[in-house]
């Protein structure tokens, strides 16, 4: 049984930062990407930003500069750090692990913008 378990959400104003952690537990063979994802209401889901096992990193045009994902390969955590937050950030953000085998998605957590 894989769990991903997700902290750091809220609620910042315009300008400020956050920082979201999300830790991977269970037998998950092997992890390559993982990254996080929003979902603002009435809009589909997108990717926000995600970091390949060698490191690299994949960011959506509207967070570039702003946002940051990191991985701990370690401990099986990912973190994304968001500065410089706009009300258009609001959403629900979903953590992604994407495995040798299949991929798993945390639960959820709020993150809400104030301008």
């Known amino acids: 049984q894989v769990q991903l378990v997700e902290s750091g959400g809220g609620l910042v104003q315009a300008g400020g930062s956050l920082r979201l952690s999300c830790a991977a537990s269970?037998?998950?063979?092997?992890?390559?990407?993982m990254g996080w994802y929003r979902q603002a209401p009435g809009k589909q889901r997108e990717l926000v930003g995600y970091?390949?096992?060698?490191?690299?990193?994949i960011y959506t045009d509207s967070v570039k500069g702003r946002f940051t994902v990191s991985r701990d390969n370690a401990k099986n955590t990912v973190h994304l750090q968001m500065n410089s937050l706009k009300p258009e950030d609001t959403a629900v953000y979903f953590c992604?692990?994407?495995?040798?085998?299949?991929?798993?998605w945390g639960q959820g957590t709020q993150v809400t913008v104030s301008s």
């Open positions: 992604h692990v994407l495995g040798s085998l299949r991929d798993y």
């Open positions: 970091i390949t096992s060698g490191g690299s990193t």
């Open positions: 269970g037998s998950i063979f092997s992890i390559n990407h």
